[in-house]
């Protein structure tokens, strides 16, 4: 029997290759059976010890996207979103739109008063008798995770808030909650702490089912950044003109004029953007 490689991670960990996630990955992407196993086998005709999950991200994207263009897209979901920065600011409103999805009205970017200090809240969701007070924690490369000191902070935070709130009439029938939202993962100290404060932990893959990529898969929020129809300086544009999702575009084509496309290349983009927002699993 072959031996299995230790491939490299981004936090310079190794690990066994996992054949398991990497066709997980490729069959929440869109590719069929026959195409997976194609890609696998492609993989592990080259895959060593010490290759870096980059370079098998790389191989699998490559592949992917000479079949359908989409699916690539769907593939470098984590990578897309690591792209809406350096800032974070438009991770705030793709944070914001996906809680909106849940069916919460938002406000993103508010200056909140505290009993003790005013506190800028990513993210204020309310939903009937609910109010979440949203935090974005955006990391623009792999192998970060947010540690315990993430959710302590937050936490002290959100309690400021809630003294104050809980002493306005206006407020009296609403519940607060505090909530971190991460695009990489969270420390286990950190998940540990978030249980017992109460606070609601959302990051990449936490928690089951109702994690960042759950949430992106099963409503069609994908940003631009995943579109492989366009290069990083059009997308860098798009996002500094507050244009985060391909629904944006889907629904306002007119914003792809003026970024030197032709109809041609407009029209890919299109067709991509719409594949991704109406794919359904």
């Known amino acids: 029997m072959r031996k299995i490689p230790l491939i490299k991670k981004a936090s310079g960990e190794t690990e066994p290759f996992s054949k398991e996630k990497l066709e997980g990955s490729l069959r929440r992407a869109g590719a069929n059976e026959e195409l997976i196993s194609v890609i696998i086998d492609e993989i592990l005709s080259w895959l060593k010890d010490g290759t870096s999950t980059k370079m098998i991200y790389t ?3 490559n592949l992917l996207k000479r079949k359908k263009s989409s699916m690539a897209a769907r593939y470098s979901l984590k990578k897309a979103i690591m792209e809406l920065g350096p800032t974070g600011y438009p991770f705030e409103h793709f944070v914001g739109q996906l809680i909106k999805q849940q069916g919460f009205d938002i406000q993103v970017g508010q200056i ?5 200090i005013d506190h800028e809240v990513d993210v204020v969701a309310t939903s009937g008798n609910k109010q979440y007070l ?3 924690k955006f990391y623009n490369s792999q192998g970060k995770n947010a540690n315990v000191k993430v959710p302590l902070y937050i936490h002290s935070r959100v309690n400021d808030i809630i003294k104050k709130r809980q002493s306005i009439p206006e407020f009296n029938n609403l519940s607060f909650h505090g909530m971190i939202v991460t695009n990489t993962r969270f420390t286990s100290d950190a998940i540990d702490y978030g249980k017992c404060a109460g606070l609601h932990l959302v990051s990449w893959d936490y928690p089951k089912d109702h994690s960042l990529k759950d949430m992106v898969e099963k409503n069609g929020i994908f940003p631009i950044t995943a579109l492989t129809s366009l290069k990083s300086l059009q997308k860098n544009k798009l996002l500094e003109e507050g244009v985060v999702l391909c629904r944006q575009l889907c629904s306002q ?5 003026g970024m030197g ?3 041609n290349d ?7 953007a719409k594949d ?3 794919y359904q699993d």
């Open 266 to 272: 407009i029209s890919k983009v299109l067709i991509e």
């Open 112 to 116: 909140i008063h505290g009993q003790c």
């Open 261 to 263: 496309l032709s109809k």
């Open 253 to 257: 084509p007119d914003l792809l004029e």
């Open 59 to 61: 191989k699998a994207f």
């Open 134 to 136: 949203v935090e974005c």
């Open 276 to 278: 991704l927002i109406n």
